[in-house]
């Protein structure tokens, strides 16, 4: 395993104290239990919090800030976080219009999430998203797991959670954006958690999984690789047969890359995944390309398509600023 390591045990904690550090206007780091917060409180709005397991980055930590996220708890890698930090990041920035969690659906973090909620003595709700089409059924799931699409939802959530919109109309519009969602990724290598010291499953130099989880889940099939084009039509005949979009409609793509994927590479899925949106008659309203849902060095992507309309478009290009989107 060759990782920038000091000590695995201490690998998430120093991790955190660079990102505090890096952003120290935006971020602030709290200690036992963990959690990370906006620097400033904000004040008479929803709290949106959300969190999972480290390796993902910059997913959650690194979307706190003004219009997204007031609050998240990392776990160690890909390790749900503890009802105990849900609570403490409730306790911290709780402005008094309740608490929202978005919580991917993973099987840890439904469990600890929905015991946190159970114990707080706030007004609270709760946002699922699942928006892989990949498998109903994996080795962290029931039901479809929430990937790339939870930053849709913490970004359209957070503007309105920003502009005043009450608990009730939070929640109401993180599951809606979460049912217009739909993800799908392929991988060509796996990944090492550090704490494991070898990779998570073993693939040849030839071969692909497709339908991949960001946590080396299996997908659908391990296949050999295959051009780009091919590739991106297949993913996205998953996700648009999920989504069925009429022709004419206004969607949003997001092409995710899984940490060890080059820009050059996601530009051209990208370009890839838009020529097909046009054969369909669909009209790319908003995009966004990077590595925002990662898994660690993963080589791999995810495509992402939301269904939008002008209360969408008006949230998602509402100003936001975190470490890792800003504008």
Not at 75 to 91: H, I, K, N, W, Y
Not at 255 to 274: K, R, S
Not at 292 to 301: I, K
Request: a negative charge; glycine letters at 10%.
């Amino acid at each position: 395993m060759k990782k920038f390591v000091n000590d695995v045990d201490s690998l998430l904690l120093e991790s955190l104290q660079g990102l505090a550090a890096a952003h120290p206007d935006l971020l602030q780091l709290h200690l036992d239990p963990t959690c990370v917060t906006r620097k400033k409180r904000a004040t008479n709005k929803v709290a949106l919090i959300s969190g999972g397991g480290a390796g993902h980055e910059p997913l959650h930590c690194g979307l706190i800030g003004r219009g997204m996220l007031d609050a998240a708890c990392p776990g160690q890698v890909f390790t749900s976080p503890t009802p105990d930090q849900m609570l403490a990041a409730a306790e911290a920035v709780d402005a008094g219009q309740g608490v929202l969690f978005i919580v991917k659906n993973y099987a840890g973090d439904v469990m600890n999430f929905q015991m946190a909620t159970e114990m707080m003595d706030r007004p609270c709700a709760t946002v699922l998203v699942n928006d892989d089409v990949a498998v109903e059924r994996s080795t962290h799931t029931t039901g479809r797991r929430g990937v790339a699409g939870t930053l849709i939802v913490e970004k359209i959530v957070g503007a309105a959670a920003e502009a005043g919109a009450s608990l009730d109309q939070c929640k109401t519009l993180g599951d809606r954006v979460n049912s217009r969602t739909a993800s799908m990724g392929v991988a060509f290598t796996s990944c090492t958690v550090p704490a494991a010291g070898r990779p998570t499953f073993d693939i040849g130099e030839r071969e692909m999984e497709f339908g991949v989880g960001i946590h080396g889940e299996p997908g659908r099939r391990r296949d050999t690789v295959r051009p780009a084009q091919q590739l991106v039509d297949e993913l996205m005949a998953a996700i648009l047969g999920d989504l069925k979009p009429a022709r004419g409609s206004e969607v949003l793509l997001h092409v995710n890359g899984f940490g060890g994927t080059p820009l050059i590479e996601l530009y051209l899925l990208f370009h890839c995944a838009n020529q097909l949106l046009e054969r369909e008659g669909l009209k790319l309203a908003r995009s966004l390309v990077g590595n925002y849902t990662t898994a660690l060095e993963m080589a791999g992507a995810s495509l992402t398509v939301s269904m939008m309309d002008e209360e969408l478009k008006s949230l998602w290009d509402a100003p936001v600023h975190t470490a890792a989107l800003h504008w």
